[in-house]
T-cell receptor, first 116, second 112 residues
Framework: AQTVTQSQPEMSVQEAETVTLSCTYD???????LFWYKQPPSRQMILVIR??????QNATENRFSVNFQKAAKSFSLKISDSQLGDAAMYFC?????????????FGAGTRLAVHP | DTEVTQTPKHLVMGMTNKKSLKCEQH?????MYWYKQKAKKPPELMFV???????INESVPSRFSPECPNSSLLNLHLHALQPEDSALYLC???????????FGAGTRLSVL
């Protein structure tokens, strides 16, 4: 069974600085998707970034980028030029490509605080 | 439009009440999900509907009863809940070329 581990329960960053959130996962599959979701106090889970395992190139979305290390089973999220609106709970998630009705397996989450 | 709409936003109910949560999406997605999320925890999958048929039930107690009347609508009927069922209930749907799961803002449920 696949597992996702986020080892940092809480992180903090100064506004305009850069922060990296860690995520590791365990799987025996070769093809899968990885995601970072953001959940602000408004509660809605918002997709931040998506990575397909067969793509070597790291995904980027504006200020958000990932460092995907397939062999190490690591998928960290880098937030550049942090903004107050980035404060939220961040969940790393894994999704298998084989069956399972696109079930997401979430990590425990990292709460990010952004200080002015 | 990538919106999943959940109503109500908040719900307080007694242990003998019957209530329903509603989830709607108009993105043409064919799979819809119910999750339960306790404070400071990740969402836990409860049910998956695929093409309006129940495909996954993650051993959820029968006091939670899902229903998918059509491809755009998903309900969760609640009956005889326990205080430990108090949580945020999230709905999601999946579709599109990138097969992304989109979430609603959730219903905050309190069982007294």
């Amino acid at each position: 069974a696949q597992t996702v581990t986020q080892s940092q329960p809480e992180m903090s960053v100064q506004e305009a600085e850069t922060v990296t959130l860690s995520c590791t996962y365990d799987t025996s599959e070769s093809d899968y998707y990885l995601f970072w979701y953001k959940q602000p106090p408004s509660r809605q889970m918002i997709l931040v970034i998506r990575q397909e395992a067969y793509k070597q190139q790291n995904a980027t979305e504006n200020r958000f980028s990932v460092n995907f290390q397939k062999a190490a089973k690591s998928f960290s999220l880098k937030i550049s030029d942090s903004q107050l609106g980035d404060a939220a709970m961040y969940f790393c998630a894994y999704r298998s490509l084989s069956g399972g009705y696109n079930k997401l397996i979430f990590g425990a989450g990292t709460r990010l605080a952004v200080h002015p | 439009d990538t919106e999943v709409t959940q109503t109500p936003k908040h719900l307080v109910m007694g242990m003998t009440n019957k209530k329903s949560l509603k989830c709607e999406q108009h993105m043409g997605h064919r799979a819809m999900y119910w999750y339960k999320q306790k404070a400071k925890k990740p969402p836990e999958l409860m049910f998956v509907y695929s093409y309006e048929k129940l495909s996954i039930n993650e051993s959820v107690p029968s006091r939670f009863s899902p229903e998918c009347p059509n491809s755009s609508l998903l309900n969760l009927h609640l009956h005889a809940l326990q205080p430990e069922d108090s949580a945020l209930y999230l709905c999601a749907s999946i579709g599109g070329a990138k097969n992304i799961q989109y979430f609603g803002a959730g219903t905050r449920l309190s069982v007294l």
